[in-house]
């Protein structure tokens, strides 16, 4: 509500409900969204002061970060570099590790959307928890590949040390390179991201990663090996036997179906294995995806499928 607010203009009303919550925690966090909204409309001053404001080191440093993503998404990237700085500045000054290692991620994020992809690799490294800097690592080879610096996203992409992480940078590279017209470079990535996905533990880890590498796969125009690896994800994912993981499995794979074009198989996931908000997140990413390559007859077919079959009306 508070975020809204912020970004319909009323600022005084949004910082007004963030300061009616009488826990800190949770104030602190509606801030930071208040500060976010400010910045995702261009209100650069309002979003830094909402966000410095802020007692608490790690939600101000993660709102700073939030702001910094949004600014840096909206094309203001000297504000976007700058209020990072300060982000990274505040986060080095929290004492747990864990909350300190995901705020550098985050800070990392940033960066990486800014297009500072130097710096943001600096501060992935700086993070000492494995899982963090992994993911951290995860974000600057994804920005490098995307601002066309191939061989330092590739250098990146394999200093990960987990397996579903750089199986997941290397696909992004490969779908990188097939949208830049590289199709050699593309395939031979994208090969190297498929065997590491094969190489995975069949856990839901190993799933996500699968997904990735298809829906990489499929941009880079390989798509009979898409849909292999999609298959494949979908018979593990199927196995497991925790039902929310087996779930959130589903999900990834109907996603990566879709983008190797079974749009039915991708239908009937959807209808037959998913429930509550993991089901309408599929849902909604085939709709999209089926209008964004702009097949009006399919959309309006998928569409129908899910509305008629489920019988329900999708909402956001």
Same mark, same amino acid.
């Not at 963090?132 to 996203?153: K, M, N, S, T, Y």
């Not at 085939?286 to 399919?298: C, K, N, P, S």
């Given at each position: 509500?508070?975020?809204?607010?912020? +970004?319909?203009?009323?600022?005084?009303?949004?910082?007004r409900?963030?300061?009616?919550?009488?826990?800190d925690?949770?104030r602190?966090?509606?801030?930071?969204?208040?500060?976010?909204?400010?910045?995702?409309?261009?209100?650069?001053?309002?979003?830094?002061?909402?966000?410095?404001?802020?007692?608490?080191?790690?939600?101000?440093?993660?709102?700073?970060?939030?702001?910094?993503?949004?600014?840096?998404?909206?094309?203001?990237?000297?504000?976007?570099?700058?209020?990072?700085?300060?982000?990274e500045?505040?986060?080095?000054?929290?004492?747990?590790?864990?909350?300190?290692?995901?705020t550098?991620?985050?800070?990392?994020e940033a960066?990486?959307?800014? +297009?500072?992809?130097?710096?943001?690799?600096r501060?992935?490294?700086s993070?000492?928890?494995?899982s963090?800097?992994?993911?951290?690592l995860?974000?600057?080879?994804?920005?490098?590949?995307a601002?066309?610096?191939?061989?330092e996203?590739?250098?990146?992409?394999?200093?990960?040390?987990?397996?579903?992480?750089?199986?997941q940078?290397?696909?992004?590279?490969?779908?990188?390179?097939? +949208?830049?017209?590289?199709? +050699?470079?593309?395939?031979r990535?994208?090969?190297?991201?498929?065997?590491?996905?094969?190489?995975?533990?069949?856990?839901?880890?190993?799933?996500?990663a699968?997904?990735?590498?298809?829906?990489?796969?499929?941009?880079?125009?390989?798509?009979?090996?898409?849909?292999?690896?999609?298959?494949?994800?979908e018979?593990?994912?199927e196995?497991?036997?925790?039902?929310?993981?087996?779930?959130?499995?589903?999900?990834?794979?109907?996603?990566?179906?879709?983008?190797?074009g079974?749009i039915?198989?991708?239908?009937n996931?959807c209808?037959?294995?998913l429930?509550?908000?993991?089901?309408?997140?599929?849902?909604?990413?085939?709709?999209?995806?089926?209008?964004?390559?702009?097949?009006?007859?399919?959309?309006?077919?998928?569409?129908?499928?899910?509305?008629?079959?489920r019988?329900?009306?999708?909402?956001?």
């Amino acid at each position: 509500m508070a975020g809204v607010l912020a +970004g319909a203009g009323w600022v005084s009303e949004a910082e007004r409900v963030a300061g009616s919550f009488t826990d800190d925690s949770w104030r602190a966090v509606v801030l930071a969204q208040v500060a976010e909204a400010l910045a995702g409309v261009g209100r650069v001053a309002e979003a830094e002061r909402v966000a410095g404001a802020i007692p608490d080191n790690y939600w101000r440093a993660q709102a700073l970060a939030r702001v910094s993503a949004a600014l840096a998404g909206a094309g203001r990237v000297a504000a976007a570099r700058r209020v990072a700085a300060e982000a990274e500045r505040v986060a080095g000054s929290i004492t747990n590790d864990s909350s300190r290692a995901l705020t550098l991620a985050k800070v990392t994020e940033a960066l990486a959307g800014a +297009g500072r992809a130097s710096e943001a690799e600096r501060v992935a490294w700086s993070i000492t928890d494995d899982s963090w800097r992994a993911q951290a690592l995860a974000q600057v080879a994804d920005a490098l590949a995307a601002a066309g610096r191939v061989p330092e996203a590739e250098r990146v992409a394999r200093s990960i040390p987990y397996n579903y992480l750089r199986a997941q940078a290397l696909a992004q590279l490969a779908g990188a390179l097939a +949208g830049a017209g590289h199709a +050699g470079e593309a395939e031979r990535v994208a090969a190297e991201a498929e065997r590491l996905a094969r190489s995975i533990s069949h856990d839901f880890s190993g799933v996500r990663a699968s997904a990735q590498v298809s829906k990489a796969l499929a941009a880079a125009g390989r798509i009979s090996e898409a849909q292999r690896v999609a298959a494949e994800a979908e018979r593990v994912a199927e196995s497991l036997t925790d039902v929310h993981s087996r779930v959130q499995a589903l999900a990834q794979v109907a996603e990566a179906l879709a983008a190797a074009g079974r749009i039915s198989e991708a239908v009937n996931i959807c209808v037959d294995n998913l429930h509550g908000p993991a089901w309408r997140f599929a849902a909604y990413e085939l709709i999209e995806m089926t209008r964004t390559q702009q097949i009006e007859a399919e959309w309006l077919w998928v569409f129908a499928q899910l509305h008629s079959r489920r019988q329900v009306v999708l909402r956001r």
